[in-house]
């Protein structure tokens, strides 16, 4: 053979730019004889979808129970959930409900629309199985639910008898007002502890809760007492006894009393409890209420955290509340520089000179003090304090301090915005927002008078607790706040 027939090299296939290109083989369907690539199977998707069914076995119609009640699932055999139509709960409990699934693959998974009344669910499912020599079968299926209303026991006893009962949570605080309350029940709906609830009653002093089952009572004072400051007891009493087969009903009883010291305040330390703070005080102003509450010594910046355990065991009372409060004007104001003395987190220490807003135009009374607003006061604005001046304080504790201890004349507690929500109101701006309340019966003992002066107390209370949070940021980060419609409506119309 001559040298000049042989093959190129197979670099000189590509010398011009051309490059061969190795097609896959096909091999035909041993069902259909259609050509397709190879696969372990032999077979086309169609002919594998017509011989095999990945989702026999599968459940494809269901059957859940719903309280319409309480609006929950059943979810055997005996915890009731909540959860949205179309939400990723309901889905999660309606693929768990479906049998035969943990033996395929569930690649996909989602609800197809259906009227919500027509009492039906239908998840649609994309799920993969192993079939034929480890071919990899995809195949999607829908699945029927049919929704059956059943009352849960928690419903049906309600229904039957309101006041059977099985745990009464008491929940009390012996305080002129109820912001702590109002509080109190947004914590309660932002975490959801209201779900399990047979019903609310509202009490002179607290409210009550009523519940099923004695495990929903102790979740609820396990709630409260990560929240506020409380101390428990708990009390039971026997209902019925079947001597037949040994069994006995209880009704069980939680008392939960929530500590008399509420933010603002502004108290006297007992002298050992001072000594055991390191010598502050004896006046301190409380500057923050969780599951324990802060205690501020406005003159020195030192601050102690203080639980319920502590205070109960030598237990004060507050000398001054927000009702007391007095309207100042800043008229200067410098911050302290020195040693020991500065900022504490949004605390500045400062000295500040100022004047009652109503003895403008009357005197020329000035008074100086000293004050942790520092970071948010300035010259002209407006104050809410406490005039120690005028506020005769009796206790016997301010004997046990040394001699000569001289309160101050003014303790400042917070800016003051009355004048923008003045100019507010003036304009004709209304809020935004609303919160969501609790669904709570009133107590109607004392008559018309004693229930007209109650709702008087209460609509000036949650007014309060309004600007308290329109106020302070710290609050308004535990609260959910809806956006009110039918104020936007409103003012959209009297704007135009």
């Known amino acids: 053979r001559s040298p000049d027939c042989r093959a190129p090299p197979a670099s000189a296939a590509t010398m011009f730019g051309v490059q061969q290109q190795h097609a896959p083989g096909h091999v035909l369907c041993c069902m259909c004889g259609m050509g397709i690539p190879p696969n372990p199977a032999g077979m086309c998707v169609d002919c594998i979808r017509s011989q095999v069914d990945i989702t026999e ?42 049998k035969g699934l943990n033996k395929v693959k ?42 059956e209303w059943h009352m849960c026991d928690a419903c049906s006893r309600a229904a039957a008898n309101s006041d059977q009962w099985t745990a009464c949570v008491q929940v009390r605080q012996k305080v002129e007002h109820k912001r702590t309350f109002l509080f109190l029940e947004q914590l309660i709906l932002k975490h959801g502890m209201e779900a399990n609830t047979i019903g609310i009653k509202s009490q002179p002093d607290g409210l009550d809760f009523y519940y099923g089952s004695r495990s929903h009572g102790l979740k609820m004072v396990d709630f409260l007492q990560n929240v506020v400051p409380v101390r428990a007891r ?67 910046m030192k601050q102690n955290w203080m639980d319920a355990a502590q205070y109960y065991r030598l237990p004060y009372r507050s000398v001054g509340t927000a009702k007391m409060f007095v309207e100042y004007v800043v008229l200067d104001i410098e911050p302290v520089r020195g040693a020991g003395h500065g900022q504490s987190g949004k605390w500045l220490l400062a000295d500040v000179q100022v004047a009652r807003v109503s003895d403008f135009g009357v005197n020329d009374h000035i008074m100086s003090a000293r004050t942790h607003l520092g970071h948010h006061l300035q010259a002209g604005d407006t104050a809410l304090g406490y005039d120690l001046a005028s506020l005769q304080i009796v206790d016997p504790e301010l004997d046990k301090y040394r001699r000569g201890l001289a309160l101050p004349d003014v303790l400042l507690v917070k800016k003051s915005y009355q004048e923008k929500r003045r100019r507010r109101r003036a304009r004709g701006v209304n809020r935004q927002w609303k919160l969501q309340r609790l669904d709570v019966v009133e107590d109607e003992a004392g008559g018309h008078k004693a229930i007209a002066r109650e709702a008087e107390r209460a609509a000036m209370d949650e007014e309060l607790f309004m600007q308290e949070l329109e106020e302070d940021e710290e609050t308004r980060a535990h609260v959910r706040i809806f956006r009110d419609d039918a104020a936007g409506s409103g003012a959209g119309a009297g704007a135009g």
């Open 57 to 98: 076995g599968i459940q494809k119609q269901c059957t859940v129970l719903y309280c319409k009640e309480c609006q929950r699932y059943l979810q055997p055999p005996k915890h009731w959930i909540r959860a949205d139509l179309e939400s990723k709960e309901l889905l999660t409990f309606c693929i768990k409900r479906i």
């Open 234 to 300: 708990h009390d039971k009493q026997l209902v019925s006894h079947n001597a037949n087969d040994n069994t006995y009903n209880y009704q069980y009883t939680f008392m939960v009393e929530i500590v008399p010291i509420c933010k603002e305040d502004i108290v006297i330390l007992p002298f050992k409890t001072s000594q055991g703070m390191g010598g502050c005080g004896p006046l301190m102003l409380v500057t923050r209420v969780g599951s324990s509450f802060q205690l501020t010594d406005p003159h020195t």
């Open 106 to 147: 569930l690649v996909d998974a989602g609800f197809i629309w259906t009227e919500p009344h027509s009492k039906r669910l239908k998840t649609k499912l994309t799920i993969q199985k192993e079939v034929l020599n480890g071919a990899i079968l995809q195949q999607t299926f829908v699945t029927e639910f049919v929704v």
